[in-house]
């Protein structure tokens, strides 16, 4: 599945950004399995900010070839429909952005396997799921999440309900502590978040038995990736300067 060398647009991969170095430490590896799984394409990486490359430094190394933005998101919001594809499109005219990486099921196959090496989940019949996510303002990415805890209860063959660390409902907190009063045996939770960060800080302090490992460098979601990269790369145009 490889691109000949030099065809094809270039791929720049866009992070929400922390400012905790294992976040990028992480997004780097992802890149890197991206990259192995198609080594004729270049493939650069940056962040919305906390964190560095900054989109408009990895554009400044982009600027004269058509460019497919990736935002490396988990589901619809600002930053996902407005925030990257505004920037980009000024930084780097004819680039177009895709949708974000979520929801897909290949996400809840790396949720399932991330379960698995922390928890041993699919875990006895009382135990309960929670997915956590980092939560928006905007109604359809908390769809989105809806969607991904419908796909991972889906994969595990069990019930899988969602709480929120930043914005919407139901907190994560309170999401634990419902079930728990549900007669719950353990309580686990997959975060459906991409890597290290404050977000993942405040899963793990949620009051759940268990908090699985982030999505981090998996080899499905490298190859989500390449599949967002795919869908959209159609549309992209050359700019005039350079054909």
Do not use: K, N, W
């Not at 000949?4 to 780097?28: E, K, N, Q, S």
């Not at 906390?50 to 600002?78: D, I």
């Amino acid at each position: 599945m490889a691109d000949p060398a030099g065809g094809g647009p270039a791929l720049l991969a866009v992070a929400h950004g922390t400012r905790d170095p294992a976040g990028p430490a992480v997004i780097g590896s992802l890149l890197d399995r991206v990259r192995a799984l198609r080594p004729g394409l270049r493939v650069a990486e940056a962040y919305g900010e906390l964190a560095r490359p900054s989109l408009e430094e990895a554009a400044a190394g982009l600027a004269g070839g058509p460019v497919v933005v990736v935002p490396l998101l988990l589901a619809r919001g600002y930053h996902a429909l407005i925030d990257i594809p505004d920037r980009a499109a000024r930084l780097l005219p004819g680039a177009v952005t895709s949708r974000p990486l979520g929801p897909d099921p290949l996400l809840a196959d790396v949720l399932a396997d991330r379960l698995g090496a922390r928890t041993r989940i699919p875990p006895r019949r009382p135990d309960a799921v929670v997915l956590a996510a980092a939560g928006s303002a905007d109604p359809a990415g908390a769809a989105d999440v809806r969607a991904a805890a419908q796909l991972l209860a889906r994969r595990l063959r069990r019930p899988v309900t969602c709480g929120f660390v930043a914005e919407g409902g139901p907190a994560l907190g309170d999401a634990v502590a419902r079930l728990r009063r549900r007669g719950a045996g353990r309580v686990v939770v997959a975060p459906y978040l991409l890597a290290p960060g404050r977000f993942l800080d405040r899963a793990r302090a949620c009051g759940a038995d268990a908090v699985a490992g982030p999505i981090g460098a998996h080899d499905a979601a490298a190859r989500l990736v390449l599949r967002r990269y795919d869908e959209a790369r159609s549309r992209v145009s050359e700019p005039a300067c350079a054909r």
